[in-house]
């Protein structure tokens, strides 16, 4: 399985842009990139998922280079309810289990 | 429609105690997942079905845990001789058919005391 490294943490304010990259060097032909988010007293909650390029939806978009060996979640114009923590993962989503959480990011947006 | 719902939400346990979780997916979701997440953690894999069959389960980190879903729809989780190491949220998810999406429930913390 692709390991994934992100920051341990980050710190934004109100209406700024917040990008998070995420490393995953040894991705496979196979996997795509999955990011989920998760509030205290939650389970994780799906936000974006890509293979290559850019992928955009209402919440958030995903740029992926060419090598894939990293990606970049952003999220335009943060408020404070955006804070949680924020995980990336690689796997192939055909194969069933294949999917691992890492350590996140935590995203503190401050007023 | 309802989400994932997992009970109880908080379950606090005697060192040595046997703990029971159950987790109901959304209906209609074959796949399902459940997860150890230890405070300040990302969740770990601990074990997936497929419908009724338990097709992975090599995230249990010991034969004192084990986990079921007789008829395809609940899981239950169990926890024998709870240990303090146990003490984490357990998160389970459902998969619908024909997507890698996972939904999940709010997760039951556990604290053995």
């Known amino acids: 399985l692709a390991k994934t490294t992100q920051p341990i943490s980050m710190d934004s304010y109100e209406g700024q842009e917040v990008n998070i990259t995420c490393s995953h060097n040894n991705i496979a032909t196979n996997d795509y990139i999955t990011w989920y988010q998760q509030f205290p007293s939650q389970g994780p909650r799906f936000i974006i998922q890509g293979y290559k390029t850019k992928v955009t939806n209402e919440v958030a978009s995903l740029f992926i280079p060419a090598d894939r060996k990293s990606s970049t979640l952003s999220l335009p114009r943060v408020s404070l309810s955006d804070t949680a923590v924020y995980y990336c993962l690689v796997g192939d989503p055909y194969n069933n289990n294949d999917m691992r959480f890492g350590a996140g990011t935590r995203l503190t947006v401050k007023p | 429609g309802a989400g994932v719902s997992q009970s109880p939400r908080y379950k606090v346990a005697k060192r040595g105690q046997d703990v029971a979780l159950r987790c109901d997916p959304i209906?209609?979701?074959?796949?399902l997942f459940w997860y150890q997440q230890a405070l300040g953690q990302g969740p770990e894999f601990l074990t997936y079905f497929q419908n009724e069959a338990q097709l992975d389960k090599s995230g249990l980190p010991s034969d004192r845990f084990f986990a079921e879903r007789p008829e395809g729809s609940v899981s239950t989780l169990k926890i024998q001789r709870t240990q303090q190491e146990d003490s984490a949220v357990y998160l389970c998810?459902?998969?619908?058919?024909?997507?890698?999406?996972?939904?999940f429930g709010p997760g039951t913390r556990l604290t053995v005391l």
């Open positions: 209906s209609g979701h074959v796949s």
């Open positions: 998810a459902s998969r619908p058919p024909g997507s890698d999406t996972q939904y």
